[in-house]
Protein backbone atom coordinates (compact mmCIF):
# COMPACT_ATOMS: atom_id res chain seq x y z
CA UNK A 1 0.00 0.00 0.00
CA UNK A 2 1.19 3.52 -1.24
CA UNK A 3 2.96 5.65 1.70
CA UNK A 4 1.19 9.50 2.48
CA UNK A 5 3.50 12.35 3.78
CA UNK A 6 0.05 13.75 4.86
CA UNK A 7 -0.17 14.87 9.02
CA UNK A 8 -3.90 13.43 8.88
CA UNK A 9 -4.30 10.74 12.01
CA UNK A 10 -3.39 7.56 10.47
CA UNK A 11 -7.29 5.88 10.56
CA UNK A 12 -7.66 8.79 8.21
CA UNK A 13 -5.04 7.93 5.85
CA UNK A 14 -5.88 4.11 6.37
CA UNK A 15 -9.61 5.33 5.16
CA UNK A 16 -8.85 7.65 2.34
CA UNK A 17 -6.24 4.80 0.36
CA UNK A 18 -9.12 1.94 1.05
CA UNK A 19 -11.77 4.56 -0.67
CA UNK A 20 -9.31 5.36 -3.53
CA UNK A 21 -9.18 1.41 -3.85
CA UNK A 22 -13.06 1.16 -4.17
CA UNK A 23 -13.81 4.08 -6.04
CA UNK A 24 -10.89 3.36 -8.84
CA UNK A 25 -12.69 -0.46 -8.58
CA UNK A 26 -8.95 -2.06 -7.44
CA UNK A 27 -11.66 -3.34 -4.67
CA UNK A 28 -14.85 -4.28 -6.69
CA UNK A 29 -18.85 -3.91 -5.70
CA UNK A 30 -18.94 -7.69 -3.84
CA UNK A 31 -15.25 -7.91 -2.82
CA UNK A 32 -13.83 -8.38 0.47
CA UNK A 33 -11.36 -5.57 1.66
CA UNK A 34 -8.44 -6.00 3.98
CA UNK A 35 -9.58 -6.82 7.78
CA UNK A 36 -8.73 -4.53 10.92
CA UNK A 37 -5.93 -7.17 11.80
CA UNK A 38 -4.47 -7.15 7.57
CA UNK A 39 -4.38 -3.09 7.86
CA UNK A 40 -3.12 -2.99 11.12
CA UNK A 41 -0.18 -5.28 10.04
CA UNK A 42 -0.03 -3.30 6.22
CA UNK A 43 0.22 0.09 8.52
CA UNK A 44 2.10 -0.94 11.58
CA UNK A 45 -0.76 0.03 13.73
CA UNK A 46 -3.47 -0.86 16.33
CA UNK A 47 -6.40 -2.51 15.88
CA UNK A 48 -8.18 -0.06 17.18
CA UNK A 49 -6.57 2.63 14.51
CA UNK A 50 -7.55 0.16 11.70
CA UNK A 51 -10.73 -0.43 13.03
CA UNK A 52 -11.89 3.03 12.88
CA UNK A 53 -10.81 3.37 9.70
CA UNK A 54 -13.26 0.78 8.56
CA UNK A 55 -15.56 2.69 10.64
CA UNK A 56 -15.46 5.21 8.68
CA UNK A 57 -15.98 3.50 5.66
CA UNK A 58 -18.96 1.89 6.76
CA UNK A 59 -20.26 5.56 7.43
CA UNK A 60 -19.83 6.70 4.09
CA UNK A 61 -21.69 3.30 3.00
CA UNK A 62 -18.87 2.39 0.86
CA UNK A 63 -18.24 -1.22 2.75
CA UNK A 64 -20.93 -3.33 4.72
CA UNK A 65 -19.18 -5.32 7.37
CA UNK A 66 -20.20 -8.76 8.57
CA UNK A 67 -18.91 -9.94 12.01
CA UNK A 68 -17.35 -13.36 11.83
CA UNK A 69 -16.84 -12.96 8.07
CA UNK A 70 -15.53 -9.68 7.29
CA UNK A 71 -16.10 -5.85 5.32
CA UNK A 72 -17.16 -6.19 1.40
CA UNK A 73 -17.28 -3.19 -1.06
CA UNK A 74 -20.60 -2.20 -1.70
CA UNK A 75 -22.66 -1.59 -4.93
CA UNK A 76 -22.42 2.25 -5.38
CA UNK A 77 -25.93 2.41 -7.07
CA UNK A 78 -27.49 -0.47 -4.57
CA UNK A 79 -27.12 -0.02 -0.98
CA UNK A 80 -27.99 -3.49 1.17
CA UNK A 81 -29.42 -4.17 4.91
CA UNK A 82 -27.27 -6.24 7.24
CA UNK A 83 -28.85 -9.07 6.30
CA UNK A 84 -28.47 -9.10 2.29
CA UNK A 85 -24.54 -7.54 2.20
CA UNK A 86 -22.18 -9.09 0.09
CA UNK A 87 -20.87 -12.45 0.01
CA UNK A 88 -17.13 -13.31 0.45
CA UNK A 89 -17.94 -14.62 -3.29
CA UNK A 90 -19.63 -11.85 -4.49
CA UNK A 91 -23.09 -12.78 -4.52
CA UNK A 92 -25.92 -11.07 -3.30
CA UNK A 93 -29.77 -10.94 -2.74
CA UNK A 94 -32.16 -8.70 -4.17
CA UNK A 95 -31.58 -5.09 -2.59
CA UNK A 96 -33.40 -3.05 -0.54
CA UNK A 97 -33.47 1.08 -0.23
CA UNK A 98 -31.99 1.31 3.53
CA UNK A 99 -28.68 -0.20 4.72
CA UNK A 100 -29.31 -0.43 8.33
CA UNK A 101 -25.91 0.13 10.74
CA UNK A 102 -24.99 -2.75 12.06
CA UNK A 103 -25.56 -3.48 15.94
CA UNK A 104 -22.98 -1.73 18.05
CA UNK A 105 -21.09 -3.93 21.04
CA UNK A 106 -19.95 -2.37 24.00
CA UNK A 107 -17.89 -3.87 26.33
CA UNK A 108 -17.85 -3.85 30.11
CA UNK A 109 -14.85 -4.16 32.28
CA UNK A 110 -15.91 -4.48 35.91
CA UNK A 111 -13.85 -5.58 38.98
CA UNK A 112 -17.02 -7.37 40.70
CA UNK A 113 -20.81 -6.73 41.23
CA UNK A 114 -22.85 -7.76 44.18
CA UNK A 115 -26.60 -6.61 45.74
CA UNK A 116 -25.01 -3.70 47.77
CA UNK A 117 -23.28 -2.26 44.60
CA UNK A 118 -22.42 -3.23 41.12
CA UNK A 119 -25.79 -4.63 39.82
CA UNK A 120 -27.66 -2.00 39.54
CA UNK A 121 -24.81 -0.46 37.62
CA UNK A 122 -25.21 -3.03 35.36
CA UNK A 123 -29.30 -2.85 35.25
CA UNK A 124 -29.13 0.66 33.84
CA UNK A 125 -26.31 -0.52 31.54
CA UNK A 126 -28.56 -3.19 29.94
CA UNK A 127 -31.40 -1.05 29.68
CA UNK A 128 -29.67 1.62 27.98
CA UNK A 129 -28.17 -0.71 25.65
CA UNK A 130 -31.13 -2.16 24.54
CA UNK A 131 -33.12 1.28 24.20
CA UNK A 132 -30.25 2.19 21.87
CA UNK A 133 -29.85 -1.20 20.07
CA UNK A 134 -26.55 -1.81 21.00
CA UNK A 135 -25.02 -5.09 22.77
CA UNK A 136 -23.05 -5.27 25.91
CA UNK A 137 -20.17 -7.84 26.54
CA UNK A 138 -19.48 -8.20 30.14
CA UNK A 139 -15.83 -9.03 31.58
CA UNK A 140 -15.22 -9.35 35.58
CA UNK A 141 -11.82 -8.26 36.86
CA UNK A 142 -12.34 -8.82 40.54
CA UNK A 143 -9.91 -5.71 41.11
CA UNK A 144 -6.69 -7.84 40.05
CA UNK A 145 -5.16 -5.19 37.25
CA UNK A 146 -3.44 -7.73 34.81
CA UNK A 147 -7.08 -9.53 34.37
CA UNK A 148 -8.38 -6.17 33.55
CA UNK A 149 -5.71 -5.89 31.08
CA UNK A 150 -6.18 -8.69 29.86
CA UNK A 151 -10.00 -8.17 29.71
CA UNK A 152 -9.21 -5.11 27.73
CA UNK A 153 -7.19 -6.88 25.40
CA UNK A 154 -9.40 -9.70 24.67
CA UNK A 155 -12.69 -7.48 24.42
CA UNK A 156 -10.80 -5.87 22.02
CA UNK A 157 -9.76 -8.71 20.21
CA UNK A 158 -13.53 -9.31 19.61
CA UNK A 159 -14.15 -6.40 18.05
CA UNK A 160 -15.93 -3.70 20.52
CA UNK A 161 -17.05 -0.73 19.11
CA UNK A 162 -16.85 1.03 22.92
CA UNK A 163 -15.38 -0.04 26.26
CA UNK A 164 -16.78 0.66 29.87
CA UNK A 165 -14.69 0.24 32.26
CA UNK A 166 -14.77 0.13 35.84
CA UNK A 167 -11.02 0.40 37.29
CA UNK A 168 -9.28 -2.11 39.40
CA UNK A 169 -8.54 -0.89 43.00
CA UNK A 170 -5.92 1.30 43.79
CA UNK A 171 -3.76 4.04 41.95
CA UNK A 172 -2.18 1.30 38.97
CA UNK A 173 -3.86 2.40 36.02
CA UNK A 174 -2.74 -0.49 33.24
CA UNK A 175 -1.07 0.24 29.74
CA UNK A 176 -3.76 -0.86 28.14
CA UNK A 177 -6.42 2.47 29.63
CA UNK A 178 -3.79 4.31 28.51
CA UNK A 179 -3.33 3.30 25.07
CA UNK A 180 -7.11 3.79 24.49
CA UNK A 181 -7.03 7.18 25.24
CA UNK A 182 -4.33 8.06 22.89
CA UNK A 183 -5.91 6.37 20.38
CA UNK A 184 -9.15 8.06 20.81
CA UNK A 185 -11.01 5.02 21.12
CA UNK A 186 -14.34 5.38 22.48
CA UNK A 187 -14.35 4.66 26.40
CA UNK A 188 -16.10 5.79 29.65
CA UNK A 189 -14.74 4.93 33.18
CA UNK A 190 -17.33 4.17 36.06
CA UNK A 191 -17.40 4.69 39.66
CA UNK A 192 -14.32 6.88 39.93
CA UNK A 193 -11.92 9.10 37.52
CA UNK A 194 -7.71 8.57 37.00
CA UNK A 195 -5.84 11.22 37.74
CA UNK A 196 -3.66 13.04 34.92
CA UNK A 197 -5.20 10.24 32.12
CA UNK A 198 -8.14 12.34 30.00
CA UNK A 199 -11.00 9.83 29.63
CA UNK A 200 -14.73 10.54 30.29
CA UNK A 201 -16.17 9.71 33.78
CA UNK A 202 -19.22 9.32 35.70
CA UNK A 203 -19.52 8.32 39.21
CA UNK A 204 -21.35 9.21 42.40
CA UNK A 205 -20.93 13.04 44.04
CA UNK A 206 -18.41 11.46 46.82
CA UNK A 207 -17.27 14.33 48.24
CA UNK A 208 -20.73 15.82 48.72
CA UNK A 209 -21.76 12.14 49.71
CA UNK A 210 -19.60 11.53 52.44
CA UNK A 211 -20.34 15.30 54.14
CA UNK A 212 -23.91 15.00 53.65
CA UNK A 213 -23.52 11.59 55.99
CA UNK A 214 -21.55 13.04 58.63
CA UNK A 215 -23.45 16.31 59.15
CA UNK A 216 -26.41 13.98 59.68
CA UNK A 217 -24.49 12.03 62.42
CA UNK A 218 -23.62 15.52 63.57
CA UNK A 219 -26.98 16.55 63.99
CA UNK A 220 -28.01 13.13 65.74
CA UNK A 221 -25.29 14.80 68.60
CA UNK A 222 -22.31 12.45 67.52
CA UNK A 223 -18.63 14.25 67.52
CA UNK A 224 -16.48 10.84 68.02
CA UNK A 225 -16.78 9.42 65.13
CA UNK A 226 -14.74 6.72 63.96
CA UNK A 227 -13.80 6.49 59.81
CA UNK A 228 -13.64 3.47 58.57
CA UNK A 229 -12.09 2.12 55.50
CA UNK A 230 -10.01 0.41 53.27
CA UNK A 231 -6.47 2.10 52.87
CA UNK A 232 -6.78 4.43 50.24
CA UNK A 233 -4.56 3.53 47.98
CA UNK A 234 -4.96 7.24 45.34
CA UNK A 235 -8.13 5.89 44.70
CA UNK A 236 -10.36 8.81 44.03
CA UNK A 237 -13.49 7.66 45.37
CA UNK A 238 -11.82 6.48 48.80
CA UNK A 239 -10.23 9.93 48.64
CA UNK A 240 -13.33 12.17 47.90
CA UNK A 241 -15.25 10.16 50.63
CA UNK A 242 -12.28 11.17 53.20
CA UNK A 243 -12.44 14.80 52.13
CA UNK A 244 -16.25 15.27 52.34
CA UNK A 245 -15.87 13.79 56.37
CA UNK A 246 -12.89 16.31 56.57
CA UNK A 247 -15.11 18.73 55.28
CA UNK A 248 -18.44 18.56 57.34
CA UNK A 249 -15.94 18.87 60.26
CA UNK A 250 -14.55 21.82 59.44
CA UNK A 251 -18.24 23.34 58.45
CA UNK A 252 -18.84 22.47 61.52
CA UNK A 253 -15.89 23.34 63.71
CA UNK A 254 -15.57 20.25 64.49
CA UNK A 255 -12.10 18.95 65.31
CA UNK A 256 -11.20 15.76 63.17
CA UNK A 257 -9.75 13.27 65.79
CA UNK A 258 -7.89 11.00 63.42
CA UNK A 259 -6.59 8.89 66.28
CA UNK A 260 -10.25 7.70 66.10
CA UNK A 261 -10.01 6.63 62.50
CA UNK A 262 -9.20 2.88 61.36
CA UNK A 263 -8.02 2.97 57.89
CA UNK A 264 -6.05 -0.14 56.90
CA UNK A 265 -8.77 -2.49 57.09
CA UNK A 266 -8.48 -4.58 53.55
CA UNK A 267 -10.59 -7.74 54.32
CA UNK A 268 -12.92 -6.21 52.05
CA UNK A 269 -10.32 -5.55 49.10
CA UNK A 270 -11.00 -7.90 46.19
CA UNK A 271 -9.12 -11.59 46.45
CA UNK A 272 -8.69 -10.50 50.00
CA UNK A 273 -12.30 -11.47 51.03
CA UNK A 274 -11.59 -14.53 53.30
CA UNK A 275 -12.50 -16.19 56.75
CA UNK A 276 -9.14 -15.05 57.98
CA UNK A 277 -9.16 -11.49 56.78
CA UNK A 278 -12.74 -10.94 57.89
CA UNK A 279 -11.79 -12.39 61.64
CA UNK A 280 -8.56 -10.37 61.82
CA UNK A 281 -10.54 -7.40 61.06
CA UNK A 282 -13.25 -8.13 62.91
CA UNK A 283 -10.38 -8.50 65.87
CA UNK A 284 -9.21 -5.24 65.35
CA UNK A 285 -12.68 -3.08 65.27
CA UNK A 286 -13.10 -4.88 68.61
CA UNK A 287 -9.26 -3.72 70.08
CA UNK A 288 -10.10 -0.12 68.37
CA UNK A 289 -13.33 0.00 69.63
CA UNK A 290 -11.85 -0.64 73.56
CA UNK A 291 -9.43 1.51 73.14
CA UNK A 292 -11.46 4.77 71.91
CA UNK A 293 -14.36 4.43 74.52
CA UNK A 294 -15.30 8.01 73.58
CA UNK A 295 -16.44 6.71 70.18
CA UNK A 296 -20.52 7.06 69.40
CA UNK A 297 -20.64 6.32 66.00
CA UNK A 298 -19.40 4.54 62.87
CA UNK A 299 -18.91 5.68 59.57
CA UNK A 300 -17.82 2.92 57.06
CA UNK A 301 -16.99 3.45 53.81
CA UNK A 302 -18.83 0.62 52.55
CA UNK A 303 -21.31 -1.88 53.15
CA UNK A 304 -19.10 -4.92 53.50
CA UNK A 305 -17.06 -3.02 56.28
CA UNK A 306 -20.35 -1.99 58.04
CA UNK A 307 -20.91 -5.23 58.66
CA UNK A 308 -17.72 -5.95 59.99
CA UNK A 309 -18.24 -3.10 62.23
CA UNK A 310 -22.36 -4.17 63.81
CA UNK A 311 -20.14 -7.74 64.38
CA UNK A 312 -17.39 -5.87 66.54
CA UNK A 313 -20.14 -3.86 68.35
CA UNK A 314 -22.06 -6.77 68.58
CA UNK A 315 -19.08 -8.71 70.36
CA UNK A 316 -18.29 -6.42 72.89
CA UNK A 317 -22.10 -6.35 74.29
CA UNK A 318 -22.77 -2.87 73.11
CA UNK A 319 -25.98 -1.91 71.07
CA UNK A 320 -27.12 0.01 67.63
CA UNK A 321 -28.50 2.36 67.60
CA UNK A 322 -28.14 2.96 71.34
CA UNK A 323 -24.61 2.97 72.45
CA UNK A 324 -23.11 3.27 68.59
CA UNK A 325 -24.68 4.61 65.60
CA UNK A 326 -23.37 3.15 61.88
CA UNK A 327 -23.54 4.35 58.61
CA UNK A 328 -21.89 3.52 55.22
CA UNK A 329 -22.61 3.65 51.27
CA UNK A 330 -24.55 1.68 49.91
CA UNK A 331 -27.17 -1.22 51.65
CA UNK A 332 -29.02 -3.87 49.50
CA UNK A 333 -32.88 -3.55 49.92
CA UNK A 334 -34.44 -5.05 52.63
CA UNK A 335 -37.95 -5.05 51.32
CA UNK A 336 -38.14 -8.56 50.50
CA UNK A 337 -36.97 -9.57 54.26
CA UNK A 338 -33.35 -10.02 54.18
CA UNK A 339 -30.57 -8.35 55.48
CA UNK A 340 -30.15 -5.13 58.10
CA UNK A 341 -31.21 -1.71 57.01
CA UNK A 342 -28.04 0.52 57.93
CA UNK A 343 -28.48 4.15 57.22
CA UNK A 344 -26.36 4.82 54.20
CA UNK A 345 -26.01 7.17 51.57
CA UNK A 346 -27.74 5.51 48.11
CA UNK A 347 -25.41 6.14 44.98
CA UNK A 348 -27.86 6.30 41.58
CA UNK A 349 -26.52 3.07 39.94
CA UNK A 350 -29.03 2.82 37.27
CA UNK A 351 -28.68 6.19 36.38
CA UNK A 352 -24.69 6.10 36.81
CA UNK A 353 -25.19 2.79 34.35
CA UNK A 354 -27.21 4.56 31.97
CA UNK A 355 -25.33 7.38 31.49
CA UNK A 356 -22.50 5.03 30.63
CA UNK A 357 -23.81 3.34 27.82
CA UNK A 358 -25.25 6.44 26.72
CA UNK A 359 -21.69 8.49 26.67
CA UNK A 360 -19.95 6.07 25.00
CA UNK A 361 -22.68 5.54 22.24
CA UNK A 362 -22.24 9.57 21.46
CA UNK A 363 -18.49 9.45 21.94
CA UNK A 364 -19.07 6.86 18.84
CA UNK A 365 -20.81 9.04 17.02
CA UNK A 366 -18.20 11.98 17.30
CA UNK A 367 -19.96 13.79 19.89
CA UNK A 368 -17.99 15.71 22.83
CA UNK A 369 -19.19 14.50 26.30
CA UNK A 370 -18.71 16.21 29.57
CA UNK A 371 -15.21 14.75 30.95
CA UNK A 372 -16.58 14.14 34.51
CA UNK A 373 -19.95 13.32 35.69
CA UNK A 374 -21.18 13.12 39.22
CA UNK A 375 -24.20 12.18 40.61
CA UNK A 376 -25.78 13.14 43.67
CA UNK A 377 -26.34 10.08 46.38
CA UNK A 378 -29.36 10.47 48.64
CA UNK A 379 -29.04 9.43 52.19
CA UNK A 380 -31.54 6.64 53.21
CA UNK A 381 -31.88 6.66 56.95
CA UNK A 382 -32.20 2.45 58.50
CA UNK A 383 -31.97 0.92 61.72
CA UNK A 384 -28.23 1.46 62.81
CA UNK A 385 -28.46 5.52 63.20
CA UNK A 386 -29.87 7.44 66.46
CA UNK A 387 -28.93 10.54 68.99
CA UNK A 388 -26.00 9.86 70.80
CA UNK A 389 -25.52 8.73 74.61
CA UNK A 390 -22.63 9.09 76.60
CA UNK A 391 -20.23 6.85 75.79
CA UNK A 392 -19.37 3.60 77.81
CA UNK A 393 -16.01 2.96 79.64
CA UNK A 394 -15.19 -0.54 78.89
Not at 7 to 13: I, W
Request: charged share 25%.
Amino acid sequence: MSETTSSKPMYEKIFDEVKRGIMTQAYKPGERVPSEKELAEAYSVSRITSKKALELLANERLIVRKPGRGSFVTDPELEFTEEEAPSAGGSREAPVKLLHQEEKTIGLVITDFGNSYGTGLIYGMEQAARDNDCFLVLRRTFGVPENEERSIQKLLGLGVDGLIVFPAQGEYFNAEVLKLVIDRFPLVLVDRHLKGVAAASISSDNLTAALKGTEYLFDLGHTSISFLCPPPADTTAVEDRIEGFIEAHAQRGIMVDKELWLSDLTSTLPNSFNDENIERDIGRLVSHLERHPSITALFAIEYNIALLAKTAVERLGLRIPEDISIICFDSPPTHLGGGYAFTHMRQNEEEMGRIAVENVLSIMNGCSVPNKVMLEARLIPGESTGPARQPKSL
